[in-house]
């Protein structure tokens, strides 16, 4: 018979935590690589006029992070809110 392991809030925000990370450092790759290949081929694409298509995938990318980095912000605050306290010595 296979026991249940029951969560608590903590430990669902802390999975939130992780996954919202790793998200953050998909996407600062995302970024870091868009750009590269960007400025690589930023002369023939805009011969082409589609500079401005990868130049608004690059800003939307960029906010994708920069709402990543507050949504992790107020998981991290959440998760010391439901820290139990340490007993005083």
């Known amino acids: 018979m296979s026991e ?11 999975d939130t935590l992780t996954q919202l990370k790793e998200m953050r ?3 600062k790759n ?7 290949k960007w400025m690589q081929f ?9 500079a401005g298509r990868i130049e608004e ?5 960029g906010e994708l992070h920069d709402a990543l980095e507050t ?19």
């Open 25 to 27: 450092h998909y996407a």
């Open 42 to 50: 930023d002369g023939e694409l805009s011969a082409l006029k589609r």
């Open 71 to 89: 949504a992790i912000a107020d998981f991290e605050e959440l998760a010391a809110s439901l820290r139990p306290e340490e007993p005083a010595g």
């Open 57 to 61: 995938l690059m800003q939307r990318q």
């Open 30 to 36: 995302n970024v870091e690589l868009l750009t590269a």
């Open 4 to 14: 249940e392991i029951v969560k608590t809030p903590l430990d669902h925000v802390n």
